[in-house]
């Protein structure tokens, strides 16, 4: 089992920045690839990008690209999203989750932190 829990939602004016954590617990961390999604109101989950085990690789949605970040600290069994240039639309609740195999659907899933961008 892997426990996850986001934090570092809140409320920003749009074209401002926050960064999400997700502290991991349980089984071991780095053997996981780590994924960001969010669920804006009244719309499918959505995903963000994913960070591979290594910390080499990360993937992203065209609608973040170039504006979130995505990084790990192995060491701290956290991940990040960092969210620059915040819109409105970007207003939704984040969740992280873990992949335990490529391709495969994710496996552990946190309980979500809200983030509201004002425009």
């Known amino acids: 089992q892997v426990q996850l829990v986001e934090s570092g939602g809140g409320l920003v004016q749009a074209g401002g920045s926050l960064r999400l954590s997700c502290a991991a617990s349980?089984?071991?961390?780095?053997?996981?690839?780590m994924g960001w999604f969010r669920r804006a109101p009244g719309k499918e989950r959505e995903w963000v990008g994913t960070?591979?085990?290594?910390?080499?690789?990360?993937y992203y949605a065209d609608s973040v690209k170039g504006r979130f970040t995505i990084s790990r600290d192995n060491a701290k069994n956290t991940v990040y999203l960092q969210m620059n240039s915040l819109k409105p639309e970007d207003t939704a609740v984040y969740y992280c989750?873990?992949?335990?195999?490529?391709?495969?659907?994710?496996?552990?899933w946190g309980q979500g932190t809200q983030v509201t961008v004002s425009s």
């Open positions: 989750a873990a992949q335990g195999v490529a391709g495969r659907p994710f496996d552990y």
């Open positions: 349980g089984r071991t961390f780095s053997s996981y690839a």
């Open positions: 960070i591979s085990r290594s910390v080499i690789n990360t």
